[in-house]
């Protein structure tokens, strides 16, 4: 089997992947997005659903989903970050930021085959310019939800020091770092990789303690 062939099979059973766990999340989970939708709406009313466009592979814009956390006149400030204690989100907005459930919406942009499970986060559009020639072939892979750069830059809002420009902050220190881990690992990875990092990063976010050697071993 040539290169090209096999490297189109890994990508259908990668694509397979996708869409099983985006369904089946979207169906397990679907009382908690909910129940979710419901508060949101409570405390501050529509729209449900924040909608940003997102680099896409190849640098194709598409439209990715959240749950809104931030307040409905919260589009005056145009900060393409989320800071630690932002004032931007609402009181239930605070919570869907710790537990990551407004990343949840993003199941469909699975489905849709915009984005995979584990792939490179996606950059606002604001941010395109943090990409640099090093840097540029992350956007020839599918960003996704979980993926080593999500694992260890789970906390991102609170590595922000204070009085500084966050964006330069994020353009000069945290978006290289984020691009060499994840092109070092994008380039030999694996399904059955990819699936260790799904379990590690929900593990995180559930606030369970990992074994940080194990995971720097996928790193």
Same mark, same amino acid.
């Given at each position: 089997?040539?290169?090209?062939?096999?490297?189109?099979?890994?990508?259908?059973?990668?694509?397979?992947?996708?869409?099983?766990?985006?369904?089946?999340?979207?169906?397990?989970?679907?009382?908690?997005?909910?129940?979710?939708?419901?508060?949101?709406?409570?405390?501050?009313?529509?729209?449900?659903?924040?909608?940003?466009?997102?680099?896409?592979? =190849?640098?194709?814009?598409?439209?990715?989903?959240?749950?809104?956390?931030?307040?409905?006149?919260?589009?005056?400030?145009?900060?393409?970050?989320?800071?630690?204690?932002?004032?931007?989100?609402?009181?239930?907005?605070?919570?869907?930021?710790?537990?990551?459930?407004?990343?949840?919406?993003?199941?469909? =942009?699975?489905?849709?085959?915009?984005?995979?499970?584990?792939?490179?986060?996606?950059?606002?559009?604001?941010?395109?310019?943090?990409?640099?020639?090093?840097?540029?072939?992350?956007?020839?892979?599918?960003?996704?939800?979980?993926?080593?750069?999500?694992?260890?830059?789970? =906390?991102?809002?609170?590595?922000?020091?204070?009085?500084?420009?966050?964006?330069?902050?994020?353009?000069?220190?945290?978006?290289?770092?984020?691009?060499?881990?994840?092109?070092?690992?994008?380039?030999?990875?694996?399904?059955?990789?990819?699936?260790?990092?799904?379990?590690?990063?929900?593990?995180?976010?559930?606030?369970?303690?990992?074994?940080?050697?194990?995971?720097?071993?996928?790193?």
């Amino acid at each position: 089997m040539s290169s090209t062939q096999s490297r189109s099979n890994n990508e259908r059973l990668a694509r397979l992947f996708d869409i099983g766990f985006a369904a089946l999340g979207l169906i397990v989970l679907s009382p908690v997005i909910a129940i979710a939708s419901i508060a949101i709406l409570v405390e501050t009313g529509r729209p449900i659903l924040f909608s940003q466009s997102r680099l896409g592979r =190849n640098g194709r814009p598409f439209a990715m989903l959240k749950l809104r956390k931030f307040r409905p006149d919260a589009s005056d400030c145009h900060l393409p970050l989320t800071m630690m204690a932002d004032e931007r989100m609402s009181r239930f907005g605070r919570v869907l930021a710790i537990t990551k459930l407004d990343e949840l919406p993003q199941l469909i =942009n699975i489905l849709r085959g915009e984005m995979a499970v584990v792939g490179p986060r996606p950059e606002s559009l604001e941010l395109a310019y943090c990409f640099t020639n090093s840097s540029l072939p992350l956007l020839a892979y599918k960003p996704g939800i979980f993926g080593p750069s999500q694992w260890v830059f789970r =906390n991102e809002s609170a590595l922000f020091p204070l009085n500084v420009d966050p964006v330069e902050f994020y353009r000069q220190i945290l978006f290289p770092l984020k691009a060499r881990i994840d092109l070092s690992y994008y380039a030999e990875r694996t399904l059955t990789t990819d699936m260790k990092w799904v379990v590690l990063c929900s593990l995180a976010v559930a606030g369970l303690r990992i074994d940080t050697k194990l995971a720097a071993t996928h790193l």
